[in-house]
């Protein structure tokens, strides 16, 4: 999911003056964590089209895939928070590198069994290290574009952070989709492919010029502090709703919305499980580039009409059985979803003093994954007791109605 740094940004060691070679380095460097930084974004959605496959194959209930799916959020978690923020003072590449390494050997977890217990350790072995990575990524490539063009500004920076990571995202489960639908072992290919990928990122990572001043004094550890302006509290709580409710319909469709598709449409492809995702993410990162110039207050009612409708629509597919509703639907969502947290991250640094913005913002990243994992289990659990059309139902209505509580507060704002 798209995620800013928590941390608070840390002087990069280089002063404005150009030095012989130096922006060449650093400007190859801005590249070569870009595309580390999608690949590890695309790794870590590569499940999502296999779920359907590993409920085939070894009959896993909705509710086992809804809690293989949450403990990846829980690991995203606990690494923010825990050292998603130390890169500040221990260096960039110093924590990316061994972050990206945690991909890989995620991927060897998923390579040695199907069981739930060694699905459910690779997940948060890959949560930990994305969670060090989408801190980390986007503070080295902000430093490495100001190293390369010191007089530049900073969109084309925000710009490439954020593609690559919704970007990422929408690629890897289509390529993971496609092996899984036209090469032999469909539950061990991906892996391996993936895994591949990752070894070459982690020997690029090794290649970029650090970007932190190693000879400054460490200061003591101690985790990511989570604070609430206390005067603007109102306007606060409904950007992390506004957040948590755009988590809740990403995390849909990484999930469970492959089994709504192989299942209650009744189109098993591996590779439609995969396009579903693809274009879900693909319209979540187009719109919060689109309207990356509108202001904070039209990004969120954007992103709350077009989820609350998006999800309607979804729900619709699945119960009048139409693909093409579901497919157009779940577009629409994806657009909502992805404005709407672009939306709520600018109304968040707004509302933050710079002192304490890294606080602020992670108060709004715990509402965010709390969305991530809340719905989707409670969707999961539901399955056991009603139909998943009826669950569905059940999660779209809620989900509107939080929509709209999130409009009215925030029309009332000042």
Known sequence: MSVTSV???????????????????HGAGFWLI??????????????????????????????TVTLAFAVYAVGVLASLFLVGHISDWAGRRRMLLPAVLLEAVSAVIFLTSTSLPVLITARIVSGLGIGMITA???????????????????TRADLVATAANLGGLAMGPPVSGLLAEFVPQPLRTPYLVFLGLLLLSA????????T?????ARPPYKPQRVSVPASSRSTYFAASAAAFAAFSVLGLFTSLAPGFVAGTLHHPSRALAGLVAFLVFGAAATTQMVFVRIAAERQLVIGLALMSVGIAGVTAGVWLTSLAVFLTAGIVAGAGAGVLFKGAVTTTVSLAPVRSRGEVLAGLFLAAYIGLVVPVVGIGV???????????LGFA????????TIATRLLRRP
């Not at 539901?382 to 569905?392: E, G, I, K, P």
């Open 397 to 404: 209505v809620v989900l509107v109605s939080l929509d709209a």
């Open 7 to 25: 941390a608070r940004p840390a002087g990069p060691r280089h002063s404005r003056r150009q030095q012989p070679g130096r922006g060449t380095r």
């Open 212 to 216: 932190v001043d190693m000879t400054q």
């Open 34 to 63: 870009a595309v580390t930084f999608m690949t590890a974004m695309a790794y870590s959605g590569a499940p999502t089209p296999l779920w359907a496959v590993y409920q085939q194959h070894d009959h896993f209930s909705t509710l």
């Open 203 to 210: 020997v690029g990572v090794a290649l970029v010029p650090e």
């Open 136 to 154: 980390t990524a986007t503070a080295y490539l902000a430093e490495l574009h100001l190293a390369a063009r010191p007089d530049a500004s900073r």
């Open 382 to 392: 539901a399955t056991q007791f009603v139909t998943d059309r009826t669950a569905l």
